[in-house]
């Protein structure tokens, strides 16, 4: 069992720059690869990013690769989203949660989601 409590959303311009935290409680976390997702308004939710559970590899939405970078401390129990060069189509609530195996991208693959944070990129 992992609880995850996402942090660090807020407004910020059009080619800003913020950084979400995920932080895990359970003594499974390590033992698991950990995916973002976001949901803009009237819109599914979708893949964002997954990093294995050593951090050794990671996968990108192709909307955000090159201008998101996803990192984890498994020592502290912390999965964090880098997102830079920020655009309006950002703008949504973010969810961090554990991928159980198999697709990366299908969010029926992932559990133990968090409440999510909500990122607002003005124009």
């Known amino acids: 069992q992992v609880q995850l409590v996402e942090s660090g959303g807020g407004l910020v311009q059009a080619g800003g720059s913020l950084r979400l935290s995920c932080a895990a409680s359970?003594?499974?976390?390590?033992?698991?690869?950990m995916g973002w997702f976001r949901q803009a308004p009237g819109k599914d939710r979708e893949f964002v990013a997954r990093?294995?559970?050593?951090?050794?590899?990671?996968v990108y939405a192709d909307s955000v690769k090159g201008r998101f970078t996803i990192s984890r401390d498994n020592v502290k129990k912390t999965v964090d989203l880098q997102m830079n060069s920020l655009k309006p189509e950002d703008t949504a609530v973010y969810y961090c949660?554990?991928?159980?195996?198999?697709?990366?991208?299908?969010?029926?693959?992932?559990?133990?989601w968090g409440q999510g944070t909500r990122v607002t990129v003005s124009s």
């Open positions: 949660a554990a991928h159980l195996g198999g697709s990366y991208y299908y969010e029926g693959q992932y559990a133990y």
């Open positions: 359970g003594r499974a976390f390590s033992t698991y690869a």
């Open positions: 990093i294995s559970w050593s951090g050794g590899s990671t």
